[in-house]
């Protein structure tokens, strides 16, 4: 075989061919660089953005969004059809389906994931809201699920619930305690979990029975690494293929950088402080030990008042984001709320410090009181922008006592309510009712700390009505403005400053992966997508410049020889979720 192999790089060096570096073939492994920790593999308890954005690699939703347009198409059904009053809805799943253990994939599965949510308040915790307006729902027969519900909901076409495996779960007797790892995961995504090592990395591989086809490589590698800064390191390397979430001086130092190609997309993220309103269970009963000032909206408004966003986006941002206002970010055009000339809370120490005044909360020894700030140690955000908010804070007589942890600590500390301000953010989906109803009531857990998943502990029962209102408005317009209404009023009352909008910063190896695809097509994100085409659609550089005929390729007693070899690398990822997902 060497003899082989030096004659064919004779050959092709006499051909004027580029000579390749003889190598033993391997699978074709995309490597993805993550920093953030896994909270769950099972998607029933999911809310981590790292461990939903896996998730959608393994399951498909009912239906999902296109690549292209992000409009709905078709997941496990293809097709849907509302009754005339439109509290009934039957969708069909086709035949020919199957999960990657070959077994078909059913409406009775659809039926059986649902049912689990009515049934089993845990089984809520990440998409419960999705389905609390539900009446029931059946498999009619193995292609027909017919959903009824309580009252019309605009949101039957955006369940964004991951659809299980009937024959697998229906084995499991506490979803609480269930890891989701045995190995592999039976799934019906394009790719299937086969190996996790909680800290270290996430292996899938390619899923042969995926009814849209196979993906194009052979296998997907989720690595951990402690911060970014140390992803952008093995990035630049070529020891991982691809990664997101970059500060912008790191992804400004890869500008011109041979191998890595940038790209900037505008984001479905957004960045908050929350502020601790006074947390309390869905029956009332107050938890967590958040300072009781806060429970003065007067107070939250001076801190929000306080803060300069202009300022935290240029100087923590580097101007690579957009100034924060509602819970629904820019991308999302209709549906992005700013504060008209009556509403806007600019930016004003004196009049914050007259409002603290007036409240009754005066400076001793320069101090009013001092807050917790409680931030994710290794995420470049939060360690700066704490030490701009400390100065800020100064300056209204507030002490801030930062306190930089792990992610999981930092999903603790949030999800007791033991915490007086903290950063958190969440991505946000292509229909807003998953973001807008963190917020509501009745995502408040319950006095065993089970239920669904709340973002700032907000109840309130005008935005509640609002909710319901969106809920069941099938006129577009009309839904518009009552969203707009609704984040007017969670600006109004402040239980989180809504930070920034930032852009999605992100860079691969396109020496090693040529393409990728993005959503939406023009100007969109690789990763942190409404579904998983970017890691679905990625195309190894060797194969794009065979299937193109690009470069210089000779073919000789059944060897190929290529000017540009891959070489196979490992391709790596708190609370906002499988409709949106928590950083």
């Not at 269930?178 to 299937?192: E, H």
């Not at 004003?348 to 001092?370: E, Q």
């Not at 209102?469 to 989180?496: N, T």
Request: with cysteine; glycine share 8%.
């Amino acid at each position: 075989m060497r003899v082989k192999a030096c004659a064919l790089l004779a050959i092709a060096t006499t051909l004027g061919v580029a000579t390749p570096q003889v190598q033993a073939q391997g699978p074709v492994i995309l490597k993805v660089a993550i920093v953030q920790q896994i909270d769950s593999m099972n998607p029933f308890l999911a809310v981590f953005q790292s461990s939903t954005e896996v998730g959608r690699l393994m399951y498909d939703y009912l239906t999902a969004y296109a690549a292209d347009d992000q409009r709905v198409t078709e997941g496990v059904a293809n097709r849907w059809e509302p009754s005339a009053d439109k509290l009934t809805w039957t969708f069909t799943v086709p035949e020919g389906k199957k999960w990657s253990d070959g077994k078909p994939i059913t409406a009775q599965d659809v039926a059986f994931t649902y049912n689990l949510m009515l049934t089993d308040e845990v089984a809520r915790t990440a998409n419960g809201s999705f389905v609390t307006n539900f009446e029931s729902v059946a498999a009619t027969d193995d292609k027909t699920v017919v959903i009824k519900t309580k009252a019309p909901q605009v949101t039957m076409l955006a369940l964004d619930i991951p659809i299980v495996p009937k024959h697998v779960w229906e084995k499991v007797t506490n979803i609480k305690d269930y890891a989701n790892d045995q190995m592999p995961v039976v799934g019906s995504g394009p790719f299937v979990l086969t190996e996790h090592v909680a800290g270290q990395f996430i292996k899938l591989k390619t899923n042969k029975n995926y009814w849209r086809g196979a993906a194009k490589y052979d296998e997907l590698h989720f690595v951990y690494f402690q911060n970014s800064d140390a992803a952008v390191q093995a990035l630049g390397k070529g020891e991982v293929d691809l990664v997101n979430r970059m500060a912008p001086a790191q992804f400004d130092s890869l500008d011109g950088k041979a191998g890595v190609t940038r790209n900037k997309a505008q984001g479905r993220r957004f960045t908050e402080l929350l502020i601790n309103p006074g947390a309390q269970t869905k029956a009332g009963v107050p938890i967590g030990d958040g300072n009781p000032a806060l429970k003065d909206v007067r107070v939250r408004r001076a801190i929000a008042q306080a803060v300069d966003l202009d300022a935290l986006v240029q100087r923590v941002n580097l101007g690579y984001a957009e100034k924060g206002a509602g819970l629904v970010p820019p991308v999302f055009g209709k549906w992005h709320w700013q504060p008209g000339a009556g509403e806007l809370r600019k930016f004003d120490p004196a009049a914050a410090n007259a409002a603290l005044d007036a409240a009754g909360y005066p400076r001793k020894d320069g101090t009013r009181f001092t807050l917790r700030l409680t931030g994710r140690a290794g995420r470049a955000y939060d360690e700066q922008a704490s030490e701009y908010l400390k100065r800020s804070m100064s300056e209204v007589g507030i002490g801030l006592d930062v306190r930089l942890v792990s992610d999981n600590q930092l999903n603790e500390v949030t999800t007791a309510a033991t915490y007086d301000l903290a950063f958190s953010g969440w991505a946000t989906n292509v229909d807003p009712d998953f973001i807008l109803g963190l917020h509501t009531c009745a995502q408040r857990p319950g006095a065993d700390g089970k239920g669904g998943t709340t973002d700032s502990y907000f109840c309130d029962e005008t935005y509640d009505q609002l909710y319901a209102r969106q809920l069941s408005e099938f006129d577009e317009g009309k839904r518009v403005e009552i969203v707009k209404q609704m984040q007017a009023r969670f600006y109004d009352q402040v239980p989180a400053v809504v930070l920034a909008y930032e852009n999605a910063l992100e860079g691969y190896r396109s020496d090693h992966f040529a393409r990728f695809t993005t959503q939406p097509a023009q100007g969109g994100v690789i990763m942190a997508q409404n579904g998983m085409w970017g890691y679905y659609g990625a195309e190894p550089a060797g194969r794009v410049a065979q299937a193109s005929s690009k470069g210089p390729w000779l073919a000789i007693g059944g060897m190929v020889l290529v000017a540009a070899v891959v070489i196979g690398v490992v391709v790596v990822r708190r609370r906002q979720a499988t409709a949106g997902e928590r950083e």
